[in-house]
């Protein structure tokens, strides 16, 4: 097939008018939920009560119900953690920096994207405030002047997390919103309910449409893509200093913050590629989430699980070029150790299947890109159990090295934490347009003005 | 209707964003003012076309980024090297590197925080649901794929006749008057608003009174006040005995107590041997403890003048031939054994010590009975201390 990459395909497929684009998104929050989603969300549904079980029993009896104990403090706690808020990751990736690097094609899953960064983030919240074994005393790990006069230890890579971690939270909110105020204008406008109209005029706050208002709305937005995308990759860097900064072999390297980076780009997109088929699927949207946004973010996959591969052969290298015999047993302890079977699939899933994304065909088939994402998602989960399982159960005293098993606990949250997501995820697509309305009205073919030209 | 008389300003539709920027540069060039251009996206090159100065908005951004950074830095340099310092991981008081994280994520909450805000007040006016366009057939069809321009009647130059063939002229294919919309009230003495606020009212007490005082007490919020631990004394489910604590395993030696084995025989065939040798060091300490312990009864330079006054016999002097003959061994014995009335030190005084007093009263017996080459040595010493 001969293509010329000079025309960049169009954004909207099946030339859409205006007013279709706006009649396909806005179809599922005024058509009653079907089978379908009642179906998808008991099962969601589910899962999230196991999880809420689990967690009143671990509050009820204390976090011993968990598998972690010495020497692995650090169970599945920060190994959910980490793989959450790096799910989170693609969401402003697609939102702040695609933006910045002018990829119209963004648009069109954008706003999903960026809706999964915050569900990621608040189940990705939910364990170290449960690791606590206190959660309701959450807000002492925030500075406030208090009767000891005491501060928290602002040198604390944890406390450099709840900052990060909140900061990233509320821009990602914040820019979700600023995104959604237009939309709500439209909604505002085409709803027939009394009760809607009430709900998108608040949340329109009045707007418009007004080019007045759109100069600086650009502006905004402009500003917000430049600050969310220094913060996205301070947050998994702060993330990664949790490991990195302590003196534990596997962890004290300089690698950890691109690696981790690169990680969780990697992770989000897998998650962000699985979650998009189905919501493709299920509300038709077919001309607006096309192939050609797949095949893009099945590069990006491919580009990042080829960078976290480069990683893993890094610590190997590393590891005999500082001649730390500590460090060199970690590395080589992870890969033939009792802990073999995870670093293994760990690899196969992450480094290997990527792989197969060289060939255009795997890019831009459905199912084949559904078995890879999946088998990435899992892949990236069990790369943070390794690190932070291998490291811990084999430390500097012998007698007490040990093997962590998770108890039904860990998983029921774990699975729970899934319940949460998707039940989020599915709430989402029937109460907010899950694609920007006037975003992707902006990039329809024909929706700017002809005598300004080209591409900008 | 809903509506005043008065005109708020006159909207056009166009059906294409050609025609749109058209429109607008047209309107502008016309010399119109107080214009507003509305379409359900941005149109490119309607900024040019409208001649709007480009946003100012990135000074707000500019200035709450830097308060932020500069909040954040000397919050955490007053708190961890002024007000509480406290030395953590070896990291000085102002560890710099230590607080970049914090300061980074600070400037950038702030920054966008204060844009966003500071657009939708400052820059916007919103929320603002009465405007006179919001809820007109004008805004429905922008908000969908029309592109509408609105001349406002606050321009200097408004005319309602003159607008209106301008727009036709441009190709606008509907015109509408756009006028202000009445001034909602909101009486506040209703009866109806006042029970509401007084049903909030009671309801928020009666939460926070329960939050507070009852919640916080309950399972598994208990503040560890109920923990699944042993305090001492305390019954044991676990043991057969029933008693939480445990006494230590049969032939258990506790650090520092190495069982004397002629415990409780008065005159013990063999004796163990003294393992120190009499250094200063030794008999400083022999001379301290004596004075604590020994010498009440048996008086300072061990002659047997008690201080006691009666209240217990006097012991006998340790200067006699007995006591000077007596081995090392047999004086460490009597310490920690005791003999007849005189009661057993192995309690009071370790077994170091004990050796150092019987150093000690080995000092004592020689100066008692000094010899001449002892007096002869003395006074050497003392001839050249003089020197």
């Not at chain 2, 489910?237 to 069982?259: H, L, N, Q, S, Y």
């Amino acid at each position: 097939m001969k293509i010329d990459y000079k025309i960049e395909p169009p954004v909207v497929e099946g030339r859409l008018s205006l007013s279709q684009i706006e009649e396909l998104v806005a179809k599922p929050l005024e058509t009653r939920p079907d089978k379908k989603f009642f179906i998808a969300i008991g099962i969601s549904g589910t899962a999230l009560l196991i999880g809420i079980i689990c967690v009143a029993i671990t509050l009820h009896y204390g976090i011993g119900m968990w598998g972690n104990n010495q020497p692995v403090g650090w169970g599945f706690g920060i190994v959910n953690f980490v793989f959450w808020v790096g799910i989170g990751h693609a969401g402003t990736l697609i939102s702040a920096i695609l933006f910045l690097l002018r990829q119209k094609w963004r648009t069109g899953i954008a706003r999903f994207a960026e809706a999964m960064t915050i569900f990621a983030v608040i189940c990705a919240g939910l364990f170290p405030i449960l690791h606590t074994g206190r959660p309701w005393l959450g807000g002492y790990l925030f500075p406030y002047p208090n009767q000891h006069g005491l501060w928290i230890n602002f040198t604390s890579p944890l406390i450099w997390d709840v900052f990060a971690v909140s900061t990233y939270f509320t821009v990602s909110l914040v820019f979700w919103y600023i995104g959604l105020i237009p939309d709500f204008a439209s909604l505002r406008e085409r709803t027939a309910s009394k009760v809607k109209k009430i709900i998108y005029s608040i949340f329109s706050l009045g707007w418009r449409h007004s080019n007045r208002n759109w100069l600086h709305y650009e502006k905004a937005y402009l500003l917000l893509a430049g600050f969310a995308t220094p913060l996205v990759l301070s947050v998994h860097t702060i993330v990664s200093f949790d490991f990195a900064v302590s003196i534990m072999p596997g962890w004290h390297t300089t690698i950890f913050p691109p690696y981790f980076v690169a990680g969780a780009i990697f992770s989000g997109f897998a998650m962000v590629v699985t979650v998009l088929i189905f919501v493709r699927k299920i509300f038709n949207l077919e001309h607006i989430i096309t192939l050609n946004h797949f095949d893009k973010m099945n590069k990006v996959i491919m580009a990042t699980g080829m960078m976290v591969g480069y990683a893993y052969a890094m610590e190997f290298f590393i590891a005999w070029y500082s001649g730390n015999p500590f460090e060199q047993f970690v590395i080589i302890n992870r890969a033939f150790g009792p802990y073999a079977w995870a670093y293994w699939i760990m690899v196969t899933c992450n480094v290997v299947f990527p792989q197969l994304f060289w060939i255009k065909k795997f890019r831009r088939s459905i199912p084949v890109m559904l078995a890879i994402a999946i088998l990435v998602n899992v892949g990236m989960w069990f790369e943070r159990f390794v690190i932070t399982v291998t490291s811990l159960h084999r430390d500097y005293l012998p007698s007490s090295w040990g093997y962590f098993t998770p108890t039904l606990y860990d998983i029921g949250i774990l699975v729970g934490s899934f319940g949460l997501f998707f039940t989020l995820v599915i709430l989402f697509t029937k109460t907010l347009p899950v694609v920007s309305i006037s975003e992707v009205k902006a990039v329809a073919g024909g929706a700017q003005p002809s005598h300004h030209g080209g591409n900008h | 209707m809903n509506r005043t008389d008065k005109i708020f300003g006159i909207a056009a539709l166009f059906d294409t964003p050609d025609a749109i920027i058209n429109a607008a540069e047209k309107v502008t060039a016309a010399g119109y003012k107080k214009i507003d251009v509305n379409t359900p996206y941005p149109v490119h090159g309607m900024n040019k076309a409208m001649k709007l100065k480009p946003s100012k908005l990135g000074f707000i951004t500019l200035f709450f980024g830097l308060s932020g950074a500069a909040f954040a830095m000397l919050f955490m340099f007053w708190a961890m090297s002024l007000e509480y310092p406290m030395i953590i991981g070896g990291k000085p008081f102002f560890s710099l590197p230590a607080f970049i994280p914090i300061t980074f994520e600070v400037t950038v909450l702030l920054a966008t925080l204060s844009t966003v805000i500071g657009m939708l007040t400052f820059f916007f006016n919103y929320p603002n649901n009465n405007h006179p366009l919001n809820g007109t057939a004008y805004i429905k069809a922008v908000a969908v794929d029309k592109f509408g321009i609105c001349i406002e009647a606050s321009d200097n130059k408004f005319d309602k006749d003159v607008i209106e063939q301008l727009l036709h002229h441009l190709g606008a294919n509907e015109i509408e008057t756009i006028y202000y919309p009445k001034d909602e009230v909101y009486p506040i003495f209703q009866p109806k608003y006042l029970m509401f606020l007084a049903a909030t009212a009671i309801a928020t007490s009666l939460v926070t009174y329960f939050v507070l005082n009852k919640l916080m007490f309950m399972d598994p919020f208990n503040w560890m006040m109920v923990q699944d631990k042993l305090i001492p004394q305390e019954k044991s489910e676990v043991f057969e005995d029933g008693f939480g604590m445990r006494k230590p395993v049969e032939g258990t030696v506790a650090r520092g107590f190495i069982p004397y084995p002629f415990m409780g025989e008065p005159t013990p065939a063999d004796v163990l041997s003294n393992p120190f040798l009499p250094t200063r060091e030794n008999i400083e300490l022999g001379k301290k403890k004596y004075l604590i312990y020994c010498s009440p009864c048996h008086g300072n330079y061990a002659e047997g003048d008690s201080r006691l006054r009666g209240q217990f016999p006097n012991p006998p002097t340790l200067h006699s031939v007995r006591s000077r003959e007596m081995s090392d061994g047999m004086l460490y014995h009597i310490i920690t054994n005791g003999q007849n009335i005189m009661p057993s030190y192995a309690s009071q005084v370790t077994r170091e010590e004990r050796w150092a007093i019987v150093n000690y009263i080995r000092v004592l017996q020689r100066a008692k009975f000094a010899r001449e080459s002892d007096l002869q040595e003395i006074k050497k010493e003392s001839a050249a201390n003089v020197e």
